[in-house]
């Protein structure tokens, strides 16, 4: 699966059961960087697919039961326990320290660094994206 991420310079996700920070321009971002994906979220993260409520779906069972090439987006979930079915994996940085009760403790180690640009958001002067693959 590729699992898509957005994180803070320490590894933060969220914070009190609320993501750490939203921007329209990296959602527009994405959603350019896999122009045949469906997006697979959970309903948490719909209010920023608004725009794009036909590329994406909406399941509370995923990440679970995606494949190889299958795309899953989230704001507050660790992908360290779904390792071994991650082909690549594609964060967002804030660039920012925001409070953060939930990180993400994946291993980058077990990946390498394929392609990483920085990019002005809607309410970030710079936010990173870098891809990783196994």
Not at 37 to 51: A, H
Not at 86 to 113: A, C, G, H, Q
Request: hydrophobic share 35%; charged share 30%; proline share 4%.
């Amino acid at each position: 699966m590729i699992f898509v991420l957005c994180i803070d310079d320490k590894n933060g996700l969220s914070f009190n059961g609320r993501r750490q920070s939203r921007d329209r321009v990296l959602i527009d971002r994405l959603i350019r960087m896999l122009p045949d994906k469906t997006i697979n979220i959970k309903s948490y993260s719909s209010p920023l697919f608004e725009k794009y409520i036909d590329r994406v779906n909406v399941s509370e069972e995923l990440p679970d039961k995606l494949k190889n090439g299958e795309v899953f987006f989230s704001e507050n979930l660790d992908p360290a326990p779904f390792k071994d079915s991650i082909e690549k994996l594609i964060l967002f940085k804030w660039n920012r320290v925001y409070p953060s009760d939930k990180k993400m403790t994946l291993e980058l180690s077990d990946f390498s660094l394929i392609n990483s640009k920085d990019f002005t958001g809607s309410s970030h002067d710079k936010i990173t994206v870098s891809e990783y693959t196994r």
